[in-house]
Nanobody, 123 residues
Framework: QVQLVESGGGLVQAGGSLRLSCAVS????????MGWFRQAPGKEREFVAA????????YYADSVKGRFTISRDNAKKTVALQMNSLKPEDTALYCC????????????????WGQGTQVTVSS
């Protein structure tokens, strides 16, 4: 079993920054990919960013490319999402997920999910 706990969300003005963190714990840290997804009220969950545990590759949604950066610290068992130049349309519940096996990082399926952290961007 793997547990994921997100933190770092909050209320920020448009143009501001937030740094989300996802702490991973459980039986093993050996995974294929970790990703961030978000879901706004009334909308489907959408992919934001993902990183392979090897660190060799990162993936971003077009809507966040150039503004968001995903990184991981295997020693600390955390994955971070640095979000800059935030826009009101970035407002959503942000969740991190872990896929243990080889999947398409932008689609999954992911095996474990955290509860999420709320990000609200005011205009």
């Amino acid at each position: 079993q793997v547990q994921l706990v997100e933190s770092g969300g909050g209320l920020v003005q448009a143009g501001g920054s937030l740094r989300l963190s996802c702490a991973v714990s459980g039986r093993t840290f050996s995974s294929y990919v970790m990703g961030w997804f978000r879901q706004a009220p009334g909308k489907e969950r959408e992919f934001v960013a993902a990183i392979l545990w090897s660190g060799s590759s990162t993936y971003y949604a077009d809507s966040v490319k150039g503004r968001f950066t995903i990184s991981r610290d295997n020693a600390k068992k955390t994955v971070a999402l640095q979000m800059n130049s935030l826009k009101p349309e970035d407002t959503a519940l942000y969740c991190c997920g872990v896929a243990r096996n080889m999947v398409v990082p932008t689609r999954g399926p992911y095996d474990y999910w955290g509860q999420g952290t709320q990000v609200t961007v005011s205009s």
